[in-house]
């Protein structure tokens, strides 16, 4: 079982970027396909982005694309999430997981073994 730890979140203004880290435990890390999920109050957890085992293939949710990427160091047992041109619609839980369904799929139900979240807040 693969435990996950996110880290990298804080406060920071509307226009500016963060990098998040989601560092995994267990040498089978290189294994997985991963994804980045966001929760914010009052809301349903939400898909955000998945990388492929070997970093080659991404996908995104729309409300992200050009602005979010991921990425990963499997060397480093970790995954990233580079966020730039953030807007107080960001504000969140984000949380990485690891997707045991098809590739591709945005459903959190697919994904499992999730980190315990970093808060990311952004102000007007």
């Known amino acids: 079982q693969v435990q996950l730890v996110e880290s990298g979140g804080g406060l920071v203004q509307a226009g500016a970027s963060l990098r998040l880290s989601c560092a995994a435990s267990g040498r089978a890390f290189s294994n997985y396909n991963m994804g980045w999920f966001r929760q914010a109050p009052g809301k349903e957890r939400e898909f955000v982005a998945a990388?492929?085992?070997?970093?080659?293939?991404?996908y995104y949710a729309d409300s992200v694309k050009g602005r979010l990427t991921i990425s990963r160091v499997n060397a480093k047992n970790t995954v990233y999430l580079q966020m730039n041109s953030l807007n107080p619609e960001d504000t969140a839980v984000y949380y990485c997981?690891?997707?045991?369904?098809?590739?591709?799929?945005?459903?959190?139900?697919?994904?499992?073994?999730w980190g315990q979240g970093t808060q990311v807040t952004v102000s007007s």
């Open positions: 997981a690891v997707l045991r369904g098809r590739f591709g799929s945005s459903s959190y139900h697919d994904y499992d073994s």
């Open positions: 990388i492929s085992w070997t970093g080659s293939n991404t």
